[in-house]
């Protein structure tokens, strides 16, 4: 059990080390862990005016268990070499900003870690190009001239076009737009991987955007650890506007199934409390040799696609727009 809701560095770093002995980094795509917080039923944001996801893990309450919750957040993010989040995360949430705002952390990801920069890279994924470039992710700050963040917005390559198009037409600090391979879904989150490992040298990878990004980055094996909040109280699917609340692992494939012999397996490496409400869970996904039932090459159901991953053939469905 953590005791207090801020964290001694030392609690932190055994709760979270990265690598773990005995773990390999990748060489092809960035060592990444999910970060999110849940409530009992299952879902990871209220979806109410003026609300962010911080409310599912009690940020209104009285206690300090969501204070508990953001510090672990930002641990995350202080391990990391970049975040990855959706655009539909920036239009939910106005007031997001990816960013580590404990001196403490900053000073242990520079110092501890050798993190050659302050802040992790703030990696932006869309696929409808609706950004929102006022927002206040992209308000930066400047050391000695020199912003201390860097913002990548990654698109297809048509809509990235728009985006570079739009963005020229702004004074913004360290912001670019690449562009990449897409599909009929949205961006190939294979070549993504591939590309912030490859090309951008990015090992360590924080995914705190949204089910639909966690659950296809775990369905296309990209996905090594999954870290949860899970929060005591129950919320019920639907908003004060009969808006869907969003999931921890939307259902995306309507064909592809588990057996026992084949089904991904968690292992438990880490459970912590803080006070009455709040449980923290670090597990590792282990996926086994043949990870989902096989479906026929080039026969899958319109929606879907076919994906080669480890040698077998598995029916993905991508997320929905971005």
């Known amino acids: 059990m953590f005791k207090f809701s801020e964290f001694t560095i030392d609690e932190i770093s055994q709760f979270y080390c990265v690598p773990s002995e005995g773990q390999q980094i990748p060489n092809n795509r960035p060592y990444s862990w ?82 050659p920069t302050i802040q992790p890279i703030q990696i932006i994924l869309t696929n409808s190009g609706k950004i929102n470039f006022h927002h206040n992710i992209f308000k930066k700050k400047l050391i000695n001239g020199i912003c201390d963040q860097k913002t990548l917005i990654f698109s297809s390559h048509e809509v990235s076009k728009n985006l570079q198009n739009e963005l020229s037409k702004i004074d913004l600090h360290d912001v670019s737009v690449i562009g990449l391979r897409s599909n009929k879904f949205g961006v190939d989150l294979l070549e993504l991987t591939s590309y912030l490992r490859i090309s951008l040298g990015i090992k360590f990878l924080d995914v705190s955007g949204g089910g639909r990004i966690i659950q296809e980055m775990r369905q296309l ?102």
């Not at 957040?73 to 997001?96: C, M, Q, V, Y």
């Not at 494939?253 to 869970?281: A, C, D, H």
């Open 221 to 322: 094996e990209l996905l090594d650890e999954i870290r949860l909040t899970l929060a005591g109280q129950i919320c019920g699917p639907l908003s004060k506007l009969s808006i869907a609340r969003p999931v921890l692992f939307p259902n995306l494939v309507e064909t592809k199934s588990y057996t026992s012999q084949n089904s991904p397996l968690v292992e438990w490496v880490g459970i912590r409390m803080v006070g009455k409400y709040l449980i923290f869970l670090r597990v590792y996904t282990l996926f086994r040799q043949l990870s989902a039932i096989h479906v026929q090459q080039n026969k899958c159901p319109q929606g879907e696609a076919v994906v080669d991953i480890r040698g077998s053939k598995q029916s993905v469905q991508l997320r929905s727009e971005s």
């Open 34 to 115: 999910s970060n999110t917080v849940s409530s009992l039923d299952g879902f990871t944001n209220f979806l109410e005016p003026g609300g962010t996801s911080s409310d599912i893990a009690l940020k209104n309450s009285s206690s300090h268990e969501a204070a508990a919750d953001f510090r672990l957040l930002n641990a995350g993010w202080a391990h990391s070499d970049a975040i990855l989040i959706s655009g539909k995360n920036l239009r939910d949430e106005p007031d997001t900003l990816c960013r580590v705002v404990f001196q403490d952390l900053l000073d242990y990801r520079v110092s501890v870690l050798s993190k």
